[in-house]
Protein backbone atom coordinates (compact mmCIF):
# COMPACT_ATOMS: atom_id res chain seq x y z
CA UNK A 1 0.00 0.00 0.00
CA UNK A 2 1.37 3.46 -0.97
CA UNK A 3 2.13 5.32 2.36
CA UNK A 4 -0.28 7.98 2.83
CA UNK A 5 0.68 12.21 2.97
CA UNK A 6 -1.41 15.02 4.21
CA UNK A 7 -0.55 18.34 3.76
CA UNK A 8 -1.85 20.34 6.37
CA UNK A 9 -2.29 24.32 4.80
CA UNK A 10 -2.35 22.63 1.21
CA UNK A 11 -4.08 25.81 -0.14
CA UNK A 12 -1.07 27.88 1.10
CA UNK A 13 2.14 28.85 -0.92
CA UNK A 14 4.08 26.36 0.26
CA UNK A 15 1.69 23.52 0.54
CA UNK A 16 0.14 23.91 -3.07
CA UNK A 17 3.80 23.99 -4.42
CA UNK A 18 4.21 20.60 -2.35
CA UNK A 19 1.02 19.26 -4.00
CA UNK A 20 2.57 20.20 -7.60
CA UNK A 21 5.61 18.33 -6.85
CA UNK A 22 3.86 15.60 -5.82
CA UNK A 23 1.43 15.52 -8.87
CA UNK A 24 1.41 12.47 -10.72
CA UNK A 25 3.21 10.43 -8.09
CA UNK A 26 1.71 7.19 -7.86
CA UNK A 27 4.07 5.78 -4.96
CA UNK A 28 2.87 8.10 -2.22
CA UNK A 29 -1.23 8.48 -1.60
CA UNK A 30 -2.22 11.86 -1.16
CA UNK A 31 -4.63 12.81 1.85
CA UNK A 32 -6.36 16.43 1.38
CA UNK A 33 -9.15 18.36 2.73
CA UNK A 34 -11.65 20.84 0.81
CA UNK A 35 -10.53 24.34 0.77
CA UNK A 36 -13.26 25.68 2.09
CA UNK A 37 -12.40 23.17 5.57
CA UNK A 38 -9.36 23.90 5.84
CA UNK A 39 -9.15 25.39 9.24
CA UNK A 40 -11.81 22.52 10.38
CA UNK A 41 -9.53 21.09 13.20
CA UNK A 42 -11.30 18.12 14.00
CA UNK A 43 -11.17 17.40 10.42
CA UNK A 44 -7.61 18.08 10.02
CA UNK A 45 -7.11 16.11 13.28
CA UNK A 46 -8.48 13.07 11.19
CA UNK A 47 -6.35 13.65 8.55
CA UNK A 48 -3.39 13.76 10.48
CA UNK A 49 -3.46 11.12 12.32
CA UNK A 50 -4.65 8.92 9.51
CA UNK A 51 -1.13 9.52 7.59
CA UNK A 52 2.29 7.84 7.38
CA UNK A 53 3.80 11.31 6.69
CA UNK A 54 2.06 14.59 7.87
CA UNK A 55 3.32 17.88 5.98
CA UNK A 56 2.69 20.94 8.17
CA UNK A 57 3.08 24.41 6.12
CA UNK A 58 0.76 26.37 8.43
CA UNK A 59 1.98 29.27 11.06
CA UNK A 60 3.61 28.08 13.98
CA UNK A 61 1.40 28.53 16.52
CA UNK A 62 -1.03 26.09 14.34
CA UNK A 63 1.92 23.58 13.40
CA UNK A 64 2.59 23.55 17.24
CA UNK A 65 -1.19 22.40 17.37
CA UNK A 66 -0.96 19.81 15.10
CA UNK A 67 2.22 18.24 16.82
CA UNK A 68 -0.08 18.25 19.36
CA UNK A 69 -2.75 16.59 17.93
CA UNK A 70 -0.24 13.77 16.74
CA UNK A 71 1.70 13.28 19.52
CA UNK A 72 0.27 10.43 21.02
CA UNK A 73 0.83 8.26 17.45
CA UNK A 74 3.89 6.98 16.88
CA UNK A 75 2.51 5.96 13.24
CA UNK A 76 2.37 9.55 11.73
CA UNK A 77 6.23 11.18 10.79
CA UNK A 78 6.01 14.98 10.53
CA UNK A 79 7.78 17.50 8.45
CA UNK A 80 7.03 20.80 9.83
CA UNK A 81 7.58 23.64 7.06
CA UNK A 82 7.35 26.19 10.32
CA UNK A 83 9.97 27.81 12.29
CA UNK A 84 8.37 26.36 15.16
CA UNK A 85 10.95 23.58 15.65
CA UNK A 86 13.86 24.62 14.09
CA UNK A 87 16.14 24.75 16.92
CA UNK A 88 14.37 21.86 19.19
CA UNK A 89 17.03 19.34 19.61
CA UNK A 90 14.78 16.59 19.59
CA UNK A 91 14.08 17.48 16.02
CA UNK A 92 15.84 16.65 12.80
CA UNK A 93 17.45 19.43 11.03
CA UNK A 94 15.95 18.60 7.12
CA UNK A 95 18.96 20.52 5.13
CA UNK A 96 20.00 16.64 4.04
CA UNK A 97 23.86 18.42 2.52
CA UNK A 98 24.70 20.22 5.61
CA UNK A 99 26.64 17.34 6.92
CA UNK A 100 27.49 13.86 5.69
CA UNK A 101 25.45 12.33 8.40
CA UNK A 102 22.36 14.41 7.90
CA UNK A 103 20.91 12.84 5.54
CA UNK A 104 20.69 9.88 7.45
CA UNK A 105 19.42 11.39 10.71
CA UNK A 106 16.21 13.12 8.32
CA UNK A 107 15.71 9.18 6.93
CA UNK A 108 15.05 7.91 10.48
CA UNK A 109 13.66 10.25 12.24
CA UNK A 110 9.77 11.24 13.35
CA UNK A 111 9.61 14.83 13.42
CA UNK A 112 11.88 16.70 10.74
CA UNK A 113 12.40 20.34 10.77
CA UNK A 114 12.53 21.59 7.67
CA UNK A 115 14.97 24.77 7.37
CA UNK A 116 13.94 28.34 6.79
CA UNK A 117 14.77 30.12 3.17
CA UNK A 118 17.24 32.53 4.22
CA UNK A 119 19.29 29.97 6.79
CA UNK A 120 19.11 27.15 3.68
CA UNK A 121 21.59 29.80 2.04
CA UNK A 122 23.31 31.35 4.96
CA UNK A 123 24.22 27.95 6.81
CA UNK A 124 24.95 26.73 3.57
CA UNK A 125 27.61 29.08 3.35
CA UNK A 126 28.70 29.20 6.97
CA UNK A 127 28.98 26.14 8.59
CA UNK A 128 31.40 24.45 6.25
CA UNK A 129 33.80 27.33 7.04
CA UNK A 130 32.74 27.07 10.88
CA UNK A 131 33.38 22.90 10.65
CA UNK A 132 36.77 23.37 8.55
CA UNK A 133 38.42 26.03 11.25
CA UNK A 134 38.31 28.44 8.80
CA UNK A 135 35.72 30.93 10.53
CA UNK A 136 36.95 31.49 14.10
CA UNK A 137 35.06 31.76 17.04
CA UNK A 138 33.87 35.09 17.68
CA UNK A 139 33.73 36.59 13.79
CA UNK A 140 31.11 39.34 13.52
CA UNK A 141 29.07 37.56 10.56
CA UNK A 142 27.07 39.78 8.59
CA UNK A 143 23.82 37.83 6.45
CA UNK A 144 22.06 40.40 3.58
CA UNK A 145 19.61 38.87 1.46
CA UNK A 146 16.72 39.39 -1.24
CA UNK A 147 13.79 37.21 -1.23
CA UNK A 148 11.12 36.47 -3.80
CA UNK A 149 7.99 38.33 -2.22
CA UNK A 150 6.23 34.62 -2.09
CA UNK A 151 8.27 34.51 0.95
CA UNK A 152 5.83 36.29 2.58
CA UNK A 153 3.07 33.86 2.10
CA UNK A 154 -0.75 34.66 0.80
CA UNK A 155 -0.61 38.08 2.60
CA UNK A 156 2.47 39.52 1.06
CA UNK A 157 1.45 38.09 -2.25
CA UNK A 158 -2.20 39.89 -2.35
CA UNK A 159 0.39 43.30 -0.71
CA UNK A 160 2.36 42.95 -3.65
CA UNK A 161 0.20 41.81 -6.65
CA UNK A 162 -3.44 43.65 -5.91
CA UNK A 163 -2.83 47.65 -6.10
CA UNK A 164 -6.09 47.61 -4.34
CA UNK A 165 -5.28 45.91 -1.43
CA UNK A 166 -5.44 48.22 1.53
CA UNK A 167 -2.28 47.37 3.04
CA UNK A 168 -0.64 47.22 -0.50
CA UNK A 169 3.12 47.16 -1.50
CA UNK A 170 4.33 49.43 -3.83
CA UNK A 171 8.35 49.63 -3.38
CA UNK A 172 10.08 47.47 -5.95
CA UNK A 173 12.28 46.63 -3.56
CA UNK A 174 12.53 47.00 0.44
CA UNK A 175 14.30 46.37 3.61
CA UNK A 176 12.72 44.71 6.65
CA UNK A 177 13.67 43.03 10.17
CA UNK A 178 14.86 46.61 10.98
CA UNK A 179 15.31 45.57 14.36
CA UNK A 180 17.41 43.04 13.68
CA UNK A 181 15.54 40.56 15.34
CA UNK A 182 14.16 38.21 12.65
CA UNK A 183 13.06 34.65 13.59
CA UNK A 184 15.57 32.93 11.46
CA UNK A 185 18.44 34.34 13.45
CA UNK A 186 18.95 31.55 16.24
CA UNK A 187 18.15 29.01 13.12
CA UNK A 188 21.65 30.44 11.16
CA UNK A 189 23.33 30.57 14.84
CA UNK A 190 22.57 26.90 16.02
CA UNK A 191 22.96 25.19 12.61
CA UNK A 192 25.63 27.32 11.26
CA UNK A 193 27.74 26.83 14.21
CA UNK A 194 28.35 30.44 15.09
CA UNK A 195 28.90 31.39 18.67
CA UNK A 196 27.85 35.17 17.80
CA UNK A 197 24.51 35.82 16.21
CA UNK A 198 24.99 37.47 12.69
CA UNK A 199 23.40 40.34 11.90
CA UNK A 200 20.83 39.52 9.37
CA UNK A 201 19.23 42.11 6.93
CA UNK A 202 16.60 40.33 4.67
CA UNK A 203 14.78 42.46 1.89
CA UNK A 204 12.04 41.89 -0.93
CA UNK A 205 12.26 42.08 -4.78
CA UNK A 206 9.01 42.11 -6.87
CA UNK A 207 9.79 38.88 -8.29
CA UNK A 208 7.83 35.99 -6.79
CA UNK A 209 10.47 33.29 -6.36
CA UNK A 210 13.96 33.44 -5.77
CA UNK A 211 16.62 34.49 -3.19
CA UNK A 212 20.19 35.61 -3.14
CA UNK A 213 21.58 35.14 0.88
CA UNK A 214 25.25 37.34 0.54
CA UNK A 215 27.79 36.93 3.84
CA UNK A 216 30.62 39.13 3.01
CA UNK A 217 33.58 38.06 5.09
CA UNK A 218 37.50 40.08 5.76
CA UNK A 219 40.10 37.05 5.43
CA UNK A 220 42.41 38.94 7.50
CA UNK A 221 39.92 38.19 10.47
CA UNK A 222 39.76 34.57 9.39
CA UNK A 223 42.15 32.06 10.30
CA UNK A 224 45.83 32.35 9.19
CA UNK A 225 46.36 32.47 5.65
CA UNK A 226 42.28 31.65 4.24
CA UNK A 227 42.46 32.50 0.99
CA UNK A 228 39.17 33.03 -1.83
CA UNK A 229 41.04 29.54 -3.00
CA UNK A 230 40.85 28.15 0.21
CA UNK A 231 37.48 29.46 1.16
CA UNK A 232 35.98 27.55 -2.06
CA UNK A 233 37.90 24.48 -1.87
CA UNK A 234 36.46 23.75 1.13
CA UNK A 235 32.95 24.80 0.17
CA UNK A 236 34.20 22.12 -2.72
CA UNK A 237 35.21 20.04 -0.41
CA UNK A 238 31.74 19.94 1.83
CA UNK A 239 29.73 19.46 -0.95
CA UNK A 240 31.08 16.60 -2.60
CA UNK A 241 29.17 13.66 -3.82
CA UNK A 242 25.46 15.31 -3.91
CA UNK A 243 24.09 17.66 -7.02
CA UNK A 244 21.52 19.46 -5.47
CA UNK A 245 24.25 21.98 -3.81
CA UNK A 246 26.95 22.80 -6.21
CA UNK A 247 29.71 25.09 -5.64
CA UNK A 248 30.32 27.41 -8.63
CA UNK A 249 34.15 27.63 -10.02
CA UNK A 250 36.01 30.20 -9.81
CA UNK A 251 36.88 30.98 -13.16
CA UNK A 252 33.02 30.78 -13.83
CA UNK A 253 32.01 33.22 -10.83
CA UNK A 254 34.63 35.64 -12.16
CA UNK A 255 33.52 36.06 -15.60
CA UNK A 256 29.67 36.69 -13.96
CA UNK A 257 28.62 40.36 -14.73
CA UNK A 258 26.09 40.01 -12.02
CA UNK A 259 23.87 37.30 -9.96
CA UNK A 260 20.13 37.53 -11.10
CA UNK A 261 18.06 36.37 -8.20
CA UNK A 262 15.33 34.74 -9.89
CA UNK A 263 18.01 32.22 -12.03
CA UNK A 264 16.77 29.42 -10.04
CA UNK A 265 12.95 29.74 -9.83
CA UNK A 266 11.10 26.54 -10.10
CA UNK A 267 14.36 24.83 -9.32
CA UNK A 268 14.61 22.40 -6.10
CA UNK A 269 18.40 22.85 -6.11
CA UNK A 270 21.32 25.79 -4.72
CA UNK A 271 24.44 27.31 -6.05
CA UNK A 272 27.00 28.94 -4.09
CA UNK A 273 29.81 31.35 -5.04
CA UNK A 274 32.83 32.75 -3.70
CA UNK A 275 33.43 35.90 -5.11
CA UNK A 276 36.35 38.61 -5.02
CA UNK A 277 39.69 39.24 -6.52
CA UNK A 278 42.12 36.82 -6.47
CA UNK A 279 45.34 37.86 -3.33
CA UNK A 280 42.52 40.56 -2.69
CA UNK A 281 41.62 40.83 0.97
CA UNK A 282 38.04 40.07 1.08
CA UNK A 283 35.41 37.69 -0.48
CA UNK A 284 31.52 37.42 -0.82
CA UNK A 285 30.22 34.08 -0.50
CA UNK A 286 26.20 34.01 -2.27
CA UNK A 287 24.02 31.65 -2.30
CA UNK A 288 21.27 31.67 -4.94
CA UNK A 289 18.20 29.84 -4.41
CA UNK A 290 14.28 29.44 -4.74
CA UNK A 291 12.68 30.63 -1.63
CA UNK A 292 9.72 28.43 -2.47
CA UNK A 293 12.29 25.14 -4.23
CA UNK A 294 15.62 24.00 -2.06
CA UNK A 295 13.83 27.35 0.22
CA UNK A 296 10.86 25.43 1.16
CA UNK A 297 8.87 23.21 -0.59
CA UNK A 298 11.51 21.15 -2.68
CA UNK A 299 13.29 20.67 0.45
CA UNK A 300 9.86 19.48 1.92
CA UNK A 301 9.35 16.94 -0.71
CA UNK A 302 13.53 15.88 -0.49
CA UNK A 303 13.01 15.25 2.95
CA UNK A 304 9.62 13.28 2.33
CA UNK A 305 11.66 11.27 0.31
CA UNK A 306 14.38 10.49 2.48
CA UNK A 307 12.04 9.19 5.15
CA UNK A 308 9.91 7.15 2.56
CA UNK A 309 13.34 5.44 2.06
CA UNK A 310 14.00 4.42 5.03
N1 LIG B 1 6.64 31.06 1.60
C1 LIG B 1 7.90 30.69 1.77
O1 LIG B 1 8.80 31.01 0.95
C2 LIG B 1 8.29 29.90 2.97
C3 LIG B 1 7.37 29.58 3.97
N2 LIG B 1 7.78 28.81 5.05
C4 LIG B 1 6.86 28.49 6.13
O2 LIG B 1 5.82 27.66 5.67
C5 LIG B 1 4.66 27.86 6.49
C6 LIG B 1 3.52 28.21 5.57
O3 LIG B 1 3.85 29.44 4.93
P1 LIG B 1 3.18 29.92 3.59
O4 LIG B 1 2.79 28.76 2.78
O5 LIG B 1 4.09 30.92 3.04
O6 LIG B 1 1.87 30.65 4.21
P2 LIG B 1 0.45 30.91 3.55
O7 LIG B 1 -0.15 31.99 4.38
O8 LIG B 1 0.58 31.12 2.11
O9 LIG B 1 -0.33 29.55 3.82
C7 LIG B 1 -0.63 29.08 5.10
C8 LIG B 1 -1.84 28.17 5.02
O10 LIG B 1 -2.12 27.69 6.33
C9 LIG B 1 -3.51 27.94 6.61
N3 LIG B 1 -3.71 28.16 8.04
C10 LIG B 1 -3.36 29.23 8.77
N4 LIG B 1 -3.69 29.05 10.06
C11 LIG B 1 -4.29 27.83 10.15
C12 LIG B 1 -4.88 27.08 11.19
N5 LIG B 1 -4.89 27.53 12.44
N6 LIG B 1 -5.37 25.85 10.89
C13 LIG B 1 -5.34 25.37 9.64
N7 LIG B 1 -4.82 26.04 8.60
C14 LIG B 1 -4.30 27.26 8.84
C15 LIG B 1 -3.82 29.19 5.83
O11 LIG B 1 -5.21 29.34 5.65
P3 LIG B 1 -5.86 30.79 5.46
O12 LIG B 1 -5.85 31.04 3.99
O13 LIG B 1 -7.24 30.63 6.01
O14 LIG B 1 -5.06 31.78 6.21
C16 LIG B 1 -3.08 28.90 4.53
O15 LIG B 1 -3.81 28.06 3.69
C17 LIG B 1 4.98 29.00 7.46
O16 LIG B 1 5.33 28.50 8.71
C18 LIG B 1 6.13 29.68 6.78
O17 LIG B 1 6.88 30.37 7.72
C19 LIG B 1 9.05 28.32 5.10
C20 LIG B 1 9.98 28.61 4.14
C21 LIG B 1 9.67 29.48 3.02
C1 LIG C 1 9.84 37.52 2.43
C2 LIG C 1 9.41 37.04 3.79
O1 LIG C 1 8.57 37.65 4.45
N1 LIG C 1 9.99 35.95 4.21
C3 LIG C 1 9.66 35.34 5.49
C4 LIG C 1 10.47 34.11 5.71
C5 LIG C 1 10.08 32.98 4.81
C6 LIG C 1 10.56 31.65 5.36
O2 LIG C 1 11.64 31.17 5.29
O3 LIG C 1 9.69 31.07 6.12
P1 LIG C 1 9.72 30.62 7.63
O4 LIG C 1 8.80 31.58 8.26
O5 LIG C 1 9.20 29.27 7.66
O6 LIG C 1 11.05 30.64 8.19
C7 LIG C 1 9.97 36.27 6.66
O7 LIG C 1 10.92 37.04 6.59
O8 LIG C 1 9.31 36.10 7.69
Not at 145 to 161: D, R
Not at 184 to 204: C, K, N, Q, Y
Request: hydrophobic content about 45%.
Amino acid sequence: MAPKIFIDGEHGTTGLQIRTRMAGRRDVELLSIPEAERRNAAMREDMLNGADIAILCLPDDASKEAVQMVSANNNVRVIDTSTAFRVNPSWAYGFAEMDKEQAEKIASARFVSNPGCYPTGAIGLIRPLRAAGILPDGYPVAVNAVSGYTGGGKQMIAQMENPDHPDAITAPHFLYGLPLTHKHVPEMTVHGLLDRAPIFSPSVGKFAQGMIVQVPLHLDHLAEGATMESIHAALVAHYAGQDIVTVVPLAESKALPRVNAVELEGKDTMKLFVFGTPGGSQVNLVALLDNLGKGASGAAVQNMDLMLAS
